[in-house]
Every structure is written in structure tokens, then in C-alpha cells.
């Protein structure tokens, strides 16, 4: 019996599906131990929101007196509500009505077909979301440090690749200075090529994937600061809601030694605000200088197993915590994160759009089919003021 639409769908649902949830948790890092939950999340007019309240002041009904004398005023607990909405993540595939009909007279060369192009969007979702976990929620993916003809100089092309569409934007504003320019050539040392006609660029602009500016969601780069605000609250307005971040005091930016004065610093501020390191995160340059630490000390630095699957390098404080690398960890920066304080909320994991039953469309107009995949997500923390950044480490 030839294969048809529906088979196809099937395929479709019940074997790519069901993979890409298993890998996108597998193969990031960042997002691994991070809960993921549909608590809180709700739907009203204008999208999904995620509500959940936070706690920002203790109560100060508390005091002494001598006997039979007046008792100092009640007090109560002060809480915040954070009411924000989610964010729309998309992933597409394409395929040509050519390759479509290798379903009815070649199940195999259609099954290979499928295979690139699942595993391929898989891969590439995982990538990103990893990316994401990193990010400051506006999509920049790396500032701009100098202009040239047709070119731009940036600060780290770790997230770029050739082929990708981006938007040239001013940081501060998201004023287009040039949008869906694809990336033509990307050098070693971060000169990007980009098509259409040359635009001046300057030290003010980033590069940001097409359409993506201020709709991604919230990473450590905007969940952990010390004065921006985040889920609709200010450090301004709730002190309390304010990470704990540690640029070079001599100078902001400049690299500097990693010493284990320092991270037991970092790992008692977060104590004093009531959190509990639980993860210390960093690039492949940061682990590095923290195993030369420990061997310049002459201490054990091999790797081990934590729980859950987690390898890295142990850092002592009360308790063993792991310090583990992450590929898309941005450079010079360690992040002492407390888990049980983090989540990551969705009503679904990435899977098709198949709302209509089908997970495959026709695209109007064209001999070709199309998949979307999707998901619905923000990550959010009930306690900013846990999660800490120790800045500027000069790289092993």
C-alpha cells in the first residue's frame, strides 16, 4: 500500500516528535537542570502569560517591651506579582513537492530526506535555546566594535553563521540601521561579511537574527543584574530584586585573574541573600582558569560525576558544587546560579503545529510542503537576588 498524506503525518508525530524533546535536554547544558513547568502559566486576551508572585520584604511587626506596656504595630510580609507573557519560539522546515512523491515511489530515499531535514531543525532548535539561556532577552547576538565596507568587526561571533539573516540595530533603542542582511563570511577574528548595499555602523549597534529584537526570552544576561529590570519590577523600585554582579573594580572590563577568594566571595553574597549556589556555570576559556587554579595549588582537578548526569570540576563550598563549561557560556563570565530557583515555564515542549491534524502544509502557491515547530516559553526566577556573575575573568 503507497503512502499518503496521513501515513506521512504520522511518521512525522510519533517518530520525530517524541526525539526532539529527548535531545534538546540531552545536549544543552545550561537548560538541563533548570525545572520546567506549566504552573502558573495562563491565557487571556492578548496571548499567554506566566503569574506567579514574589516575595521582596519580611515582616517588621517585631520588637521588645517591659511589661504592660503597648505592643509595637503588626506587620506583614511584602510580596510583588510578576504577570509576564511568554514567548513565541518557531522552527521551520521545507520541503519540494519532489520530494514529497518520494513517498509513494521511494519510502527509503523519502525516509533519508526526512531524516536531514528533522534531525537538521532538531539540532539547530537545541543550539539556540541554549543560546537563549545566555541572552539579555533583546536577541542581540554580539556588539559591533568597529565598521568597515560591508563588513562589521564584533565583539564575539560565537552565536553568528554564515547563511544566517540579521538585523545591524542600535542597542540602547532597536533603531534599524539595516535588517535581514545574510551573513557571507565570518573570519577568526570576528570581521562579519554581510549582502546588500554597505551601511555605516558604529560601536552603538549590534547584530540581532532577523525580526528576533525584544522578543526572545529572558536569559541570565538580563535575569542576573544588579539595575535593569525584569518581569515587570525594578531594582529601583524593590531593592531586593537586584542580582549580584562582580565586574573588575579596578577596572570595568578589563580581565583579571580567577582566584578562589573570589568565587567564595561571590558564593556568600548569594548566601547572605538567602540563596545557595547550587551551579557554577562558564565558557571552555573560564573552565580552563579554574583548573589551572587548582593545579597551580597542586590540587586533585580532575573531572567528576555529579548528580543528574552533570560533569565538571568541583568547587568546594560547605558542599561539594559542580563548575561545569558550556560551549555557548559567553566569555569571561562565571554564573552561580541556584537552581531550585529558576524555571523554565511553557504550556508545551517544542513540538509540531499540527492544530488543523496535519503536521505537514502546503505552501500556497508553490509545489512544497512546510513543518513548524514550536514553543511557547520564559524563563523566570522567584529570587533574582540568588543568582550572582562574577565578570571580567581573564580566559585559561
Request: aromatic share 8%.
Amino acid at each position: 500500500m503507497p503512502s499518503t498524506m496521513t501515513t506521512v503525518d504520522a511518521i512525522l508525530k510519533e517518530v520525530y516528535g517524541p526525539r526532539i524533546e529527548s535531545q534538546l535536554q540531552n545536549e544543552t547544558v545550561a537548560l538541563k537542570r533548570i525545572e520546567r513547568t506549566s504552573d502558573g502559566v495562563t491565557e487571556t486576551v492578548g496571548g499567554k502569560y506566566v503569574d506567579f508572585p514574589i516575595r521582596v520584604s519580611r515582616n517588621t511587626g517585631i520588637g521588645y517591651r517591659n511589661e504592660n506596656e503597648q505592643l509595637m504595630a503588626a506587620g506583614q510580609q511584602g510580596y510583588a506579582e510578576v504577570h509576564v507573557p511568554l514567548r513565541y519560539g518557531y522552527g521551520r522546515v521545507r520541503m519540494t513537492g519532489q520530494v514529497m512523491n518520494l513517498a509513494d515511489k521511494n519510502y527509503q530515499a523519502f525516509a533519508s530526506a526526512m531524516d536531514d531535514e528533522m534531525e537538521g531543525i532538531k539540532d539547530d532548535l537545541a543550539k539556540d535555546s541554549n543560546r537563549v539561556v545566555y541572552g539579555d532577552a533583546t536577541g542581540l547576538l554580539s556588539a559591533i566594535t568597529a565598521d568597515g565596507v560591508n563588513t562589521v568587526t564584533v565583539a564575539n561571533p560565537q552565536y553568528l553563521e554564515i547563511g544566517m539573516a540579521v538585523d545591524i540595530l542600535t542597542r540602547a533603542t532597536g533603531a534599524v540601521v539595516a535588517s535581514n542582511r545574510l551573513i557571507t563570511a565570518i573570519s577568526a577574528a570576528g570581521v562579519v561579511t554581510y549582502s546588500g548595499a554597505d551601511v555605516a555602523a558604529t560601536a552603538a549597534e549590534g547584530l540581532y537574527r532577523t525580526g528576533n529584537y525584544g522578543r526572545e526570552p529572558s536569559g541570565f544576561g538580563a535575569i542576573i543584574h544588579d539595575t535593569a529590570g525584569l518581569h515587570g519590577l525594578t531594582p529601583a523600585a524593590q531593592p531586593k530584586w537586584a542580582s549580584i554582579v562582580r565586574p573588575n573594580p579596578a577596572a570595568a572590563g578589563t580581565p583579571r585573574a580567577l582566584s578562589e577568594g573570589l568565587m567564595i566571595e561571590t558564593c556568600d553574597l548569594v548566601r547572605v541573600n538567602g540563596g545557595k549556589t547550587s551551579l557554577i556555570l562558564g565558557s571552555l576559556g573560564v573552565r580552563r582558569a579554574y583548573f589551572n587554579l587548582l593545579t597551580q595549588q597542586r590540587r586533585y582537578a580532575d573531572t567528576k560525576e555529579f548528580a543528574g548526569g552533570f560533569n565538571g570540576l568541583a568547587f568546594h563550598y560547605g558542599k561539594e558544587v559542580p563548575m561545569v563549561e558550556d560551549v555557548d557560556a559567553p566569555p569571561n563570565k562565571m554564573r552561580f546560579i541556584d537552581e531550585s530557583k529558576f524555571k523554565v515555564y511553557r504550556n508545551k515542549e517544542w513540538h509540531w503545529a499540527d492544530d488543523d491534524g496535519s503536521v505537514l502544509k502546503w505552501v500556497h502557491d508553490y509545489d512544497a510542503w512546510e513543518g513548524i515547530m514550536r514553543q511557547y516559553w520564559e524563563i523566570g526566577t522567584a529570587s533574582r537576588n540568588a543568582q550572582a556573575s562574577l565578570d571580567d575573568i581573564t580566559e585559561g
